[in-house]
């Protein structure tokens, strides 16, 4: 089983904007849970909660998924998935993430796991460089 948290979990405060005068803030938090259906492939649940809020009103997205990662040698990964983004506007729509990575870990169940990300969506594309932290439950080597 495999159970991670990426890097997108964070809470930002940026400067006034210079044309507005707002402060901006905004908590992601991106976690999924996984199972090694065969050796190397495993394939699970992600679940993303997304909130930016301003001196005004704020705005949000939570989004549920499936995934599928496949493992070469045990640390490279490249996988893909299918997730529904429902933003607080209320027009969900779908997005299609797919990353590469490395996992490296650091005890023998921990791995941290930087990885090149692209995400496929209705109006819009992101590539992007997320870093996350992995727990690998009952790990052979």
Known sequence: MLVGASSN????RENPSPST????????LDVKGGYFVINNLA???RFNYNRTYRDGPSY??????????????GKFFGG????????SSGNT?????????YAAFIT???AIEPSLNFVKGDSQNVIGLNFGFSLYLNRGK
């Open 60 to 73: 949000g997205s939570t989004s549920v998924g499936i995934f599928g990662r496949y493992y070469y040698q």
């Open 93 to 101: 729509y779908t997005e299609f993430p797919i990353e590469v990575g």
């Open 43 to 45: 394939a699970g649940l």
């Open 108 to 110: 023998k169940n921990i």
């Open 21 to 28: 005068g707002n402060h901006i803030t905004t908590l992601n």
């Open 80 to 87: 893909i998935g299918i997730t529904s983004v429902g933003p």
């Open 9 to 12: 979990f964070g809470l930002n």
